[in-house]
């Protein structure tokens, strides 16, 4: 029988030792492997975080509030803030952490007879999002009636109005299902189809008008003229120093919550940084303790090792019998770690609601690193033991 | 007694096997002290981010910018808005505010805005973005209230010809019946304001703006009653939703209420769940505590088994030899726990601080260095869950010991001695 062989079928011979050995190991590398996985849910969920909260700049004409002017005011940026500023944003040094970005044209409508003078006309991509006046990093518009803009509209004549507006300006109740059949809305004597209302739930915010960007050049001819672009980042980390080359381009104001985005830098780095740090932390002490098991579970092998080498075993056999046996009783362990992983996740799910799967490759990981472990932690004995004479290792129990 | 003693002398016949146990107990106990530090740390961090991000609303005349001199645009909110929004639950403070147009060449307007001395200085375009630098003279001090005193924007000062050495001796008029396309005239007298302090926001518009205590704004501008604009600061992202429905109940006939409220709900549930997640590592570090502890006893009594015969074969009572080996049980994992608490203690600060930084910064972007210093992983233990987890840890020991005793003191003296 081969060295290989024995230390695969030596396990089974003390069924009661390694089947308490295999348990712990099963248990152990399968709360690892959950733990693991929470941490990894737990960096994903601050990926997420990082990558949403507080990542708008918004860019605007310097010196201008942004929307589209009060009465023939000549900001410091007007001539200067239009497309090619666009280009300009795409060159940046800190470029490669712009995740989208999105330009928008306004135009007041003032209507002095209404109580809600100031409507306020918005071109934008189709597929952008719709923000109201006063929302920078979020957006409130939902569509109440209808359907939003989507790409097939671009240069259409086509508009989604708020729902204030919709009243006041073209008697529409958004209410009614039929609400916006046939419905139009004259633009600057261009007559467009309203396809949907959006609502925000404000007043203000509810009186505007939504047309695509290349139907706003086309009715209210601005030429390349931009009023705002929100450049999204690709992580808060990242903000401020986007923010601090884009406030190097001229005729460009931009504007972000400098106190939040820090906030939110900070303290979303700083729980990421933790994570990864319980994350290494959980591998490397899961290690120490797969190895001290090991120590434990075959120091009293020194006397066989005596035996097999009395018997002529060479040193090399004796570590392939137990590099075998140590491959065993982990294949053994990681079966039964997979049981327990499932048992702890069905448990937290049950107990904090949290969804925790194991997946193939941090399994892969645990179980690799817990045969890595395993091997060093039953080489001691091991090594302890080829360096006795037989003799002296059958004595040594 | 006496097999007590045995028991706690019995500890030391073994050295490497006593080493060897106590670090098995030690090292989850570690780990726990550390995952509940961490625990703490990443609690503390979603705190300050509950608190801080996504939690001011504004509040307006609904359909109104609300500046008192802004053609069709000058409703403003009720003077008693303010009373009633402090006293909405998870409001933790409200700020009024009062803003005004004011034309400057080449065309264009800059902010007048009255404010508490103490309030956050905010933005017109932007009201979130708070409490510019102040970067010559000073800031308000609550001695300000009603003085002829303003704090004036960098770019609004260049356009006044108004220099930072100036600061307490310029003066600026404000003249309301001064207009523009969108301003109409306020008859009013005109009034001289003495400049105290310089601002910087970092980009053009933010720094065309006035800052002056609001009775001196409403003094001027004669608008005795009603505010302009409303900030209100909630005392966590989670109760953003539920102060948003109180307010629109309260106040929503006459106010327009801007809330980032989809942003606000999506911070709460991500920073509810790291939470719960951290939460969760922490009650599986005390699980694989027990775990290893009760193990680590079973196997450790399971190996005395002939050792357990002996002292039966030498007329032992099965009482004494459970008692030996529950001191054992008991003195081995409080040795452990004393273990793990020393090496989090010794080790604790250097590990999840400057070491972790320096062995595994450099691997990391740059911007995660200096965020280990402020990870402020915190190396002292509260006497509650030291208790807490030494008890349960050594309930863990107990039972781990006293089942492996249970199998052993069945089987006779004869064939405990040949059992491996």
């Known amino acids: ?397 | 007694m006496g097999m007590i003693v045995l028991g706690l002398r019995n500890l030391l016949r073994n050295k490497i096997r006593l080493i060897l146990v106590a670090i098995l107990i030690g090292v989850p106990f570690f780990l726990l002290l550390a995952m509940n530090a961490i625990g703490d740390a990443v609690q503390r961090q979603t705190a300050v981010l509950a608190k801080n991000v996504n939690t001011v609303l504004q509040l307006r005349a609904r359909g109104s910018m609300g500046h008192v001199n802004m053609v069709g645009q000058d409703r403003i909110l009720p003077q008693d808005v303010p009373e009633k929004m402090r006293g909405i639950e998870h409001v933790e403070h409200v700020e009024p505010y009062l803003l005004a147009m004011a034309p400057i060449t080449p065309p264009n307007f800059v902010m007048h805005v009255g404010l508490a001395p103490t309030a956050v200085k905010r933005l017109e375009s932007h009201g979130e973005a708070g409490n510019p630098r102040i970067i010559a003279g000073r800031d308000f001090t609550p001695e300000d209230a009603g003085q002829g005193v303003a704090i004036i924007g960098q770019g609004y000062a260049q356009w006044a010809g108004i220099k930072p050495e100036d600061m307490g001796t310029a003066t600026l008029t404000v003249d309301p019946t001064r207009t523009h396309p969108v301003i109409f005239a306020m008859e009013r007298p005109t009034r001289e304001l003495r400049i105290v302090g310089m601002y910087a926001s970092g980009y053009v518009f933010g720094d065309l703006q006035l800052f002056l205590p609001i009775d001196t704004f409403r003094s001027i501008y004669g608008t005795a009653e009603g505010i302009s604009w409303v900030f209100v600061k909630v005392d966590s992202v989670e109760n953003v939703p539920l102060v948003a429905q109180r307010l629109r109940e309260t106040v929503g006939d006459v106010a327009d209420i801007l809330v980032p409220e989809s942003a606000a709900v999506f911070t709460a549930t991500t920073s509810r769940t790291v939470t719960q997640l951290s939460g969760a590592g922490g009650l599986l570090a005390i699980a694989l505590m027990v775990i290893v502890v009760f193990f680590v006893l079973l196997m450790t009594v399971r190996e005395r088994a002939r050792e357990i015969g002996t002292l039966k074969a030498i007329g032992a009572s099965n009482r004494g030899v459970t008692l030996q080996f529950l001191t054992e049980a008991v003195a081995l994992s409080l040795l452990g726990g004393a273990l793990g608490l020393l090496l989090f203690r010794a080790a604790g600060a250097m590990v999840t601080g400057r070491l972790f930084a320096l062995g595994i910064g450099p691997f990391l972007p740059s911007h995660y260095k200096p965020l280990f210093e402020s990870l402020a992983v915190s190396t002292q233990v509260s006497a509650s869950v030291l208790l807490l987890v030494l008890v349960v840890a050594v309930l863990a020991a107990v039972v781990g010991s006293a089942y492996g005793v249970w199998q052993a003191i069945k089987l006779s003296p004869l064939e405990a001695m040949k059992h491996e």
């Open chain 1, 1 to 397: 029988m081969s060295a290989v062989t024995r230390g695969l079928r030596n396990p089974f011979r003390t069924r009661v030792r390694t089947g308490v050995v295999v348990l712990l190991l099963a248990i152990i590398i399968g709360l690892f492997a959950v733990m693991v996985q929470g941490a990894s849910l737990t960096r994903q969920k601050l990926e997420d975080l990082q990558a949403s909260v507080r990542t708008v700049i918004e860019l605007r004409e310097a010196g201008a509030f942004g929307t589209g002017g009060f009465g023939g005011d000549r900001p410091i940026g007007a001539d200067t803030f239009s497309v090619a500023t666009l280009e300009q944003v795409r060159r940046i040094s800190s470029a490669d952490h712009i995740a989208r970005m999105e330009e928008y044209v306004h135009t007041p409508e003032i209507d002095a007879s209404r109580p809600n003078a100031y409507a306020m006309i918005i071109g934008l991509r189709p597929t952008a999002p719709m923000r109201a006046i006063g929302e920078v990093d979020y957006e409130n518009a939902r569509i109440i009636a209808g359907r939003a803009l989507s790409e097939p509209d671009a240069d259409r004549d086509v508009a989604v109005v708020g729902r204030l507006y919709a009243k006041e300006r073209l008697g529409i109740d958004a209410r009614s299902e039929t609400a916006l059949s046939g419905r139009t809305v004259a633009l600057n004597g261009h007559t467009l189809e309203v396809v949907g209302i959006y609502a925000t739930g404000n007043d203000f915010g509810d009186n505007h008008v939504f047309v695509p960007l290349e139907t706003f050049r086309r009715i209210y001819k601005p030429g390349d003229k931009l009023s705002k672009i929100r450049v999204t980042v690709d992580s808060v980390a990242n903000v401020e120093a986007v923010t601090a080359d884009l406030k190097q381009l001229g005729g460009v104001d931009a504007v972000t919550a400098s106190e939040q985005v820090s906030t939110a830098r900070t303290t979303l780095g700083s729980m990421a940084a933790a994570t990864l740090y319980a994350s290494l932390l959980l591998f490397a002490i899961g290690g120490v303790l797969v190895a001290f098991v090991m120590v434990l579970a075959t120091k009293e092998r020194v006397r066989e090792i005596g035996t097999l080498k009395a018997i002529g075993a060479s040193n090399w056999e004796i570590v392939k019998q137990s590099l075998a046996e140590v491959l065993a009783v982990t294949l053994l362990a990681a079966v039964g770690a997979v049981l327990a992983a499932a048992l702890f996740g069905f448990a937290l799910r049950a107990a904090l609601d949290l969804e925790l799967r194991l997946d193939q490759s941090t399994l892969l990981l645990i179980v690799l690193g817990g045969f890595a472990f395993a091997a060093i932690g039953s080489c001691y004995p091991v090594f302890k033991g080829i360096r006795l004479s037989p003799v002296q290792a059958m004595k040594d129990t």
